[in-house]
């Protein structure tokens, strides 16, 4: 069964972490919430994401800034990633 979405509240007392961190997350655009009735949900798609920065701040110790820069080279990394695997797919073409 694939959870959907989780509440904010659920996700933080399950880890024991502070909502303020989420709520920043969300400032700096690296998660999206949905807000329904007084609740606040996170997409299931942005859970891997919300999975790295609790692990990279409260399990490394790295701030939000910190965070910030580490994602966006891993983002660059897999866009790079995807462009060799293009490259490749080119040079077979042309063997």
């Not at 939000?64 to 897999?78: H, M, R, S, Y």
């Amino acid at each position: 069964m694939k959870i959907e979405r989780i509440t904010i509240s659920e996700y933080c007392s399950h880890y024991n972490i502070e909502s303020s961190f989420i709520e920043i997350l969300e400032e700096m655009g690296i998660v999206e919430f949905e807000r329904e009735n007084d609740k606040i949900f996170l997409d299931s798609e942005y859970l891997q994401d919300l999975e790295r920065c609790r692990q990279l701040h409260y399990e490394l110790h790295i701030n939000l800034e910190g965070i910030d820069v580490i994602l966006n080279l891993l983002e660059k990394q897999n866009k790079l990633q995807d462009e060799i695997q293009s490259l490749k797919n080119q040079l077979k073409l042309h063997e």
